[in-house]
């Protein structure tokens, strides 16, 4: 078992936010619908604020409250499987942003668990369905555009 703080867990959610901005700003540049370039667009903008909101949180304030215990290898599974890469296809893109919303969902969900602090605690869980609102409309577009083209 490996004690995992709060501290650790923003610090992480701010990297995932920039590597998502930057995934989302791809999709946006690759996609041939407008409406997709517009949600991308939209999505980037999203995780751009996401990030700016986890850089103000008062880390010290955040450090003393309780830890969580996790299994060692938890973390892994919030990572996204592919690395966010320039060269990506749409198809990529979007597979990739599946995974990337679902294990924001769930680290967002698990840090909310891991302070006591019930203002903390609604704002994580914001995020968490915002998220999870963010792979329901990529998972549309996926549906749409990969599934049915084969």
């Given amino acids: 078992m490996k004690f995992v703080t709060l501290?650790?867990?923003?610090?992480f959610a701010i990297e995932r936010e920039e590597s998502a901005y930057n995934l989302y700003k791809r999709a946006a540049e690759l996609s041939t619908s407008i409406s997709s370039r517009k949600m991308?667009?939209?999505l980037a903008a999203e995780e751009a604020t996401h990030k700016d909101v986890f850089t103000k949180i008062d880390l010290e304030r955040a450090e003393q409250h309780k830890l969580c215990t996790l299994p060692e290898?938890?973390?892994?599974?919030?990572?996204?499987?592919?690395?966010?890469?320039?060269?990506?296809?749409?198809?990529?893109?979007?597979?990739?942003?599946?995974?990337?919303?679902?294990?924001?969902?769930?680290?967002?969900?698990?840090?909310?668990?891991?302070?006591?602090?019930?203002?903390?605690?609604k704002v994580l869980m914001n995020f968490a369905d915002v998220e999870l609102g963010h792979r329901r409309k990529i998972e549309a577009i996926y549906e749409d555009r990969v599934l049915t083209e084969g």
């Fill in 40 to 42: 991308f667009e939209e």
């Fill in 73 to 121: 290898s938890s973390v892994a599974k919030y990572l996204a499987d592919v690395p966010f890469r320039p060269d990506m296809c749409y198809n990529e893109i979007l597979a990739s942003a599946l995974k990337t919303e679902e294990n924001a969902y769930q680290l967002y969900k698990a840090a909310a668990g891991m302070t006591d602090d019930p203002k903390l605690q």
């Fill in 7 to 11: 501290d650790e867990v923003v610090k």
